[in-house]
């Protein structure tokens, strides 16, 4: 037994331990909180609902009931353990730099979602949790239209999985690549819908950093959803800022201008290869992000800027052959902001362009997101029913799992991944680790646990 004043010496493993139950406790009594101010805001949503309707007295209790009866079995659901064999797999539709994305449909209801699987070592080992933590956060909060909805997460030894609403549109760089370019209607009408989930989630005071096409997702009606906040393509070193931090050491080659067809088609035989890189783009990254001074809600405007041009233009304005010179060229905008002469925009879009893409202070959206959607460039735009309007593209599904919009992955195994023995060992100590900082990474939505009645089987669907 230790005497008074002699320093007792505890071992890893106590400490462990300690840190675990600390965590622990804290994480079952914020959730305990938690729930109980969802679930108290679920019966206000109920309640306002009801009385808009103009329901009777009688008619109020029946959904009372009901929904009390729905409150019910969310909470037996929520204590029973998700795992993979819950899933059959259907089909991968997407690689990251440390994981991928697989259509997959749900065996007791056969709905259809996009499973993300990230291994917790790759996480662990490039300094990723904090980057797998906000994705995940994120995505709990920010429950809306404009953003693409989560409705599970968990893990196992191996991996981390989201499940998230599988949207068969694809995303906007697919959209692009198919293009060439946009007419300023199409790009009015998607730039347009871009505010406003960029609005969303500022809202929540969340800042994205990462708005690019790739993040641009669009759902069987072709309106489009914000996704990736921190996983897959966002996961790679170069969407952090310390990735860039050498980068204005590299020697620069010159700014010379190369015409806009032999830049566009360099840019499209290169695009689809940066997506799955673990190297990737800082085209779309805003300057103050680079200089790590400090920066706000605005670099996402940048962002924005940047995919406007590409839509109407066919390239960003700052592609080059290196992500090095790319770099230069978004540090030195004044002078390589270019708007090529035989591909002629209209003065309200490079307006607009040329006001996004500028110092921070003078960014349009800075004070506020009523400076943009005032700008003359979104004249006629609907912004309260836009969502509700037929999109400027219509995209054509066929079924509840048509991926057409999406790449071919032919020669993928399906099974579910496993670790092998000697994976096992040599990963044993980082997996312990991945335990205590994964904690309480589980969620279900009520949405997706209340769900009743199963879809119709793949390849059935008829929009």
Not at 36 to 47: H, K, P, Q, S, V
Not at 68 to 79: D, H, N, P, Q, S
Not at 143 to 171: C, R, T
Not at 406 to 416: A, G, M, S, T, Y
Request: charged share 30%; hydrophobic share 35%.
């Amino acid at each position: 037994m230790a005497t008074v004043g002699e320093t007792v010496q505890v071992s890893s493993h106590t400490v462990d331990k300690v840190t675990r139950a600390k965590i622990s406790l804290e994480n079952f009594y914020t959730n305990l909180v938690s729930q109980n101010d969802e679930r108290e805001g679920r019966f206000r949503t109920l309640e306002q609902a009801m009385e808009e309707d103009g329901l009777n007295d009688e008619q109020k209790k029946e959904k009372r009931s009901l929904h009390a009866v729905r409150e019910t079995e969310y909470l037996r659901l929520k204590r029973s353990k998700f795992s993979v064999n819950d899933f059959d797999p259907l089909k991968v539709i997407g690689r990251g730099a440390f994981g991928e994305v697989r259509l997959v449909q749900k065996k007791d209801t056969g709905h259809v979602y996009a499973m993300k699987i990230l291994r917790k070592t790759d996480m662990l080992e490039k300094e990723q949790v904090a980057h797998v933590r906000a994705e995940r956060d994120v995505l709990v909060e920010a429950d809306h239209q404009w953003v693409v909805k989560m409705y599970y997460s968990f893990q196992d030894a191996i991996n981390l999985y989201l499940i998230m609403e599988f949207l068969p549109g694809g995303d906007m760089m697919t959209l692009l690549m198919k293009k060439d370019t946009l007419t300023e209607e199409q790009a009015q009408f998607y730039v347009a819908e871009t505010v406003l989930s960029i609005e969303s989630i500022h809202k929540l005071n969340f800042i994205h950093r990462d708005i690019k096409p790739d993040n641009l997702l669009l759902d069987s009606k072709g309106h489009l959803k914000l996704s990736d906040f921190g996983l897959c393509t966002g996961l790679k070193k170069s969407h952090r800022t310390d990735f860039y931090k050498d980068l204005s050491l590299m020697q620069s080659g010159d700014f010379s201008p190369i015409d806009s067809i032999h830049k566009k088609q360099s840019w499209r035989n290169k695009r689809r290869a940066l997506a799955y890189s673990t190297v990737g783009t800082p085209d779309y990254i805003a300057p103050e992000v680079f200089m790590r001074t400090g920066y706000i809600s605005s670099c996402d405007w940048w962002s924005l800027g940047v995919i406007m041009y590409e839509m109407l233009i066919g390239y960003p304005p700052f592609c080059s052959e290196s992500p090095q010179e790319t770099y230069r060229k978004v540090m030195n905008w004044r002078e390589t902001l270019i708007f090529p002469p035989e591909v002629p925009i209209s003065n309200e879009a490079r307006d607009l362009i040329q006001r996004f893409c500028c110092n921070a202070d003078q960014r349009i959206g800075a004070n506020g997101v009523q400076e943009i959607k005032g700008h003359v460039f979104f004249r006629g735009v609907d912004w309260d029913h836009i969502r509700d309007r037929p999109s400027a593209i219509a995209i054509d599904i066929k079924s509840i799992d048509d991926t057409s919009n999406f790449d071919e992955f032919p020669d993928v195994d399906l099974k579910w991944p496993t670790q092998a023995p000697a994976e096992a060992d040599a990963s044993k100590s980082s997996t312990a680790t991945g335990d205590l900082v994964f904690l309480n990474y589980t969620y279900k939505r009520f949405e997706g646990l209340t769900q009743k009645g199963r879809m119709p089987a793949p390849s059935s669907f008829n929009s």
